[in-house]
């Protein structure tokens, strides 16, 4: 019946909706989740068009492929079990809100030490990961460990220039100051007379390490700066330094657009299937009053 079609579509919908849910905090798993997405759209088009021999490599393909991100996910398919043990389906939305809600106060602590130190123009520079971590060898010296929760004081008491660890970098994960005092490899780009150590360290350690972001306050000028795959841009304002972060640390940068693309996956998948499903009855032998007899 064309119904179980439709609650069929609309219960895979919701697991992928809530799958993506779990996982919309990093970027990179959705562009794997979007990757295995097009893989199945790709093995049921050749199972359609009668390619056997496509359709086995790309099964044999999306077989790898699911098995080699569930094991990345596992985590996050732990606790989307065990939540959905104790039905608690509730807690993932409350969740990515809590998640939603530490990122937004990370930058703004971010955001308000900057703009503190760019009044007073006390140099700084702060490294921020991103997607992955980064590497110790990554560094010229990796620094003193900390291992602190990040406040806007304690950067700006860092980076104070009678403190013995003002000259290097700090190391930001998550809400955390792994480190300080961090030296970086210097940019072996020809750089404007203009720019110091910093922000050339800046560029050095984006251009070493891509996925991480690095902001400079300026010693001379209280200028901010980010510097990101070995650019650099400056000058910011404070709030456009915070419209950055925003962009690209804030769950709900991934997050506004899963619910609509999936409603509206859902939405052409209906259609899709309600139009077959028409189109297949209008073409079946319908019933003459012979065969009812």
Not at 29 to 40: A, F, N, P, S
Not at 46 to 60: N, P, Q, R, T, Y
Not at 118 to 133: F, K, V, Y
Not at 230 to 256: C, M, Q, Y
Request: proline share 3%; hydrophobic share 45%.
């Amino acid at each position: 019946m064309w119904y179980r079609t439709i609650i069929d579509i609309g219960l895979v919908v919701a697991l992928v909706y809530m799958v993506l849910l779990v996982i919309r905090g990093d970027r990179r798993t959705m562009w794997m989740v979007q990757g295995l997405m097009i893989l199945m759209a790709a093995t049921l088009l050749s199972d359609v068009l009668g390619l056997i021999l496509l359709h086995f490599a790309m099964e044999k393909l999306l077989l790898g492929a699911s098995v080699a991100l569930a094991i990345m996910l596992v985590p996050e398919f732990r606790r989307l079990l065990e939540q959905l043990g104790r039905g608690e389906i509730s807690q993932l939305f409350v969740a990515q809100e809590s998640q939603l809600s530490t990122a937004n106060s990370v930058i703004d602590e971010l955001v308000e030490a900057v703009k503190g130190l760019s009044q007073n123009r006390t140099g700084a520079l702060m490294i921020l990961e991103t997607d992955e971590p980064i590497e110790e060898s990554d560094f010229s010296v990796p620094g003193v460990r900390l291992n602190a929760e990040l406040s806007r004081e304690l950067l700006q008491t860092i980076f104070q220039t009678t403190t013995l660890l003002h000259d290097g970098a700090v190391l930001i994960r998550g809400s955390r100051i792994l480190a300080a005092g961090v030296i970086l490899p210097i940019s072996e780009k020809d750089a404007s007379r203009q720019l110091g150590t910093r922000h050339r360290a800046a560029m050095g350690i984006t251009e070493r390490v891509e996925h991480c972001l690095c902001v400079v306050v300026s010693e001379e000028t209280g200028s901010i700066s980010v510097a990101q795959q070995g650019i650099l841009n400056r000058p910011l304002t404070s709030s456009k330094l915070r419209e950055l972060l925003v962009d690209k640390f804030s769950p709900s940068a991934d997050g506004d657009t899963v619910a609509p693309q999936l409603r509206s996956l859902g939405r052409r998948l209906s259609l899709k299937g309600i139009n077959f499903l028409s189109s297949l009855q209008r073409k079946l032998p319908r019933p003459t009053p012979q065969d009812k007899k």
